[in-house]
């Protein structure tokens, strides 16, 4: 592929994702339609924010327990102004000190009460976070599961794994920091606000027109700071997935040289976020000091009212002191509550496309009432299959075709006829749009998904490997599978020679996405698997197509030896490989133009001759 093909592949890669993106969206939107778009998705967050906290659900009993903790942890720290109130109204005027041992006796048990009930809470609230954060990532991997196949096809992995990391630890860093800080401080300002109504009424009235005065910019400046916040979020989570997709195509990008312009388009992000986060802590602090001024001149008419009343004997000296240490820590309590709200607020922005992600129903549902088949023989049938992918032009049309058990049959024909497409019907990674495929007269969609999985063996063009030995890479999760078994699959692979030559044979731990093996040597590993699976129907898509003439010849002879029974849809781009094959079929733009044995199709010098004629051009000798 010429270099220029490429990076074409890759920008336009990148363009998509990018569109994905809501970022990239809200560049292109005006200023203000930020400030209205706040007002419409509140709504929205919100059912973001309940969500999260419904991973909490199941630990009822433990919220109740650390909540009720909480209480009583803050009334005993709140009660030290009460105590001071008393000690100035009581024991001050009377100068009976004698009541005061019995009272630092109460006070120092409770406060060493409150502070051994604090370390038990503190267990308690850690334990029920690492719960609910630990089931919340097993929801986002589960949910990767469920939507499968197809999911996996219309987005990028860089945009799963940002569910997967960046969005999950937002869900988890409510848990920890903020739900937990936003309960204790609401407990503490409703406590506090208690005691001052206790005390007096009117000093409490007092405080409500320096609210007002709060209100006058307070909340335009609250959807300022928001909407950069905002931003800043989105553009932070976009960053993410592009720096995820950057490590992916690292070695794409080197060879190719486009190491400065990738590094130019991380740049450029970069400068946008720090941007949209200077903007978001500019209203912010404008945010604070409005806050300050309230609360500051709250402060000074509570001090202007409280004297006038201490001097008319409506207020105690004992009572305005207490008033006045729970109005300045409620007053503190309240101001770090609503930036804890506003930085809740920004997180749950960044969790809203998890939330989306989460509430996906799967394409591929599992049926209600499965069919379970006692053994799966490998008969197929497709009727009037239409099939096309979501928002994408019909692709099979009308498709009819049985597969007899234990028949061997090749798809051929032009690139983008829709012969994979084919096969992953048959897998049910996708269900057609209209028609039924049925496997032993069992309509597919009946069958539970893991027999369908586990009657199949599958090779791709693509061969992923894990990073784990080339063993367990073959074995793949089956225990029951011996080592001579195993080694006997790898030679029908014709891979046992070169695993063997590896530093640790069979052990021999291969790289991140198998990169320590040529193209042809993963192939001949996903052939192995293929081998120790021993499945009734056997799917391969180009299987064998990166080994060389010799290696696929015994590869295709082992195939035919050991899939004697099973039935065999192969797709074969070298016609070489087809010769031996039951039916050839030939499919062009979803439709089924020809179908027979090779000589058949030879003789009758249609599509298949045409293609065959083609191709022998190119490939010396082969027809
Ligand atoms: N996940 C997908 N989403 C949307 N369209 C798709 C998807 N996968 C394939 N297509 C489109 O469906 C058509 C058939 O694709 P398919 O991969 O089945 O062809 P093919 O016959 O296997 O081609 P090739 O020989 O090149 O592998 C193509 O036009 C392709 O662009
Ligand atoms: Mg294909």
């Avoid at 005061?100 to 006796?105: I, K, V």
């Avoid at 190719?256 to 500019?282: A, P, S, T």
Wanted: aromatic share 12%.
């Amino acid at each position: 592929m010429s270099s220029v093909k490429t990076f074409y592949i890759i920008q336009t890669r990148i363009k998509k994702t990018c569109k994905k993106i809501p970022f990239f969206v809200e560049k292109e939107q005006k200023a203000g339609d930020g400030l209205k778009q706040i007002d419409k998705d509140s709504k929205q967050l919100w059912h973001v924010y309940l969500w999260t906290l419904s991973f909490l659900k199941p630990y009822k009993g433990k919220v109740i327990l650390v909540m009720m903790s909480g209480f009583i942890i803050t009334l005993s720290e709140l009660i030290i102004p009460k105590f001071i109130q008393y000690f100035i109204e009581t024991i001050l005027p009377s100068r009976d000190f004698s009541k005061m041992n019995g009272l630092l006796l109460g006070l120092t048990g409770l406060i060493t009460f409150g502070i051994i009930l604090t370390a038990a809470r503190n267990l308690w609230q850690r334990k029920l976070i690492e719960q609910a954060s630990r089931d919340s990532q097993f929801a986002a991997f589960q949910q990767i599961r469920q939507l499968g196949f197809s999911y996996y096809e219309q987005h990028s992995v860089s945009e799963t794994l940002s569910f997967v990391n960046t969005q999950t630890r937002a869900v988890q860093e409510i848990y920890r920091r903020y739900f937990p800080q936003f309960i204790n401080q609401t407990l503490f300002i409703a406590i506090s606000l208690y005691f001052m109504i206790q005390i007096s009424i009117l000093l409490t009235l007092i405080i409500i027109p320096s609210f007002i005065l709060y209100y006058i910019f307070g909340p335009w400046l609250e959807k300022k700071a928001t909407v950069y916040g905002r931003q800043s979020a989105e553009g932070f989570r976009t960053l993410q997935t592009k720096l995820y997709e950057s490590l992916a195509s690292m070695e794409e990008l080197r060879i190719l040289g486009y190491m400065n312009w990738d590094m130019k388009r991380i740049q450029k992000l970069h400068e946008q976020v720090r941007q949209d986060h200077e903007k978001n802590v500019f209203f912010a602090y404008l945010r604070g000091s409005n806050r300050r001024l309230t609360y500051y001149i709250g402060a000074l008419a509570t001090f202007g009212v409280g004297i006038y009343l201490v001097k008319n004997g409506q207020l105690t000296t004992g009572g305005f002191v207490a008033y006045i240490l729970y109005y300045f820590s409620a007053m503190h309590m309240l101001t770090s509550i609503v930036t804890l709200l506003t930085e809740q607020r920004i997180l749950t922005f960044q969790i809203e496309p998890l939330y989306h992600f989460m509430k996906k129903t799967p394409d591929i549902r599992e049926p209600q009432q499965p069919i379970l088949l006692e053994q799966v023989k490998g008969d197929i049938v497709f009727h009037d299959i239409d099939f096309h992918y979501p928002n994408h032009p019909p692709l099979l049309k009308g498709m009819n075709l049985h597969i007899r058990r234990g028949e061997k049959v090749a798809l051929v024909g032009t690139s983008g006829g829709g012969k994979t497409s084919f096969l992953k019907l048959i897998g049910r990674f996708y269900d057609p749009a209209s028609g039924v495929i049925t496997i032993d007269g069992i309509d597919l969609r009946r069958l539970p998904t893991s027999q369908i999985r586990a009657a199949m063996g599958f090779v791709f063009q693509e061969t992923f490997l894990f990073n784990m030995s080339v063993k367990d890479n073959i074995r793949f999760g089956d225990t029951s599978l011996t080592d001579q078994q195993l080694v006997e699959a790898a030679k029908k692979a014709d891979c046992d020679s070169f695993i063997r030559e590896l530093e640790h044979g069979y052990d021999t731990i291969l790289g991140e996405r198998g990169l320590k093996l040529s193209g042809g040597q993963k192939q001949k590993i996903a052939i192995a698997r293929l081998f120790a699976k021993n499945p009734s129907i056997v799917l391969l898509d180009e299987a064998t197509a990166s080994l060389d003439s010799v290696s696929e010849q015994k590869v295709q002879q082992a195939l035919h030896q050991t899939f004697k029974e099973s039935t065999v849809i192969a797709i074969a781009h070298r016609l070489s490989t087809v010769r031996h094959f039951d039916r050839i079929i030939f499919i062009k733009d979803g439709c089924i133009l020809e179908a027979g044995h090779f000589n058949e199709l030879m003789r009758k010098k249609g599509h298949f001759y045409q293609l065959a004629s083609d191709r022998s051009e190119k490939e010396a000798g082969v027809t």
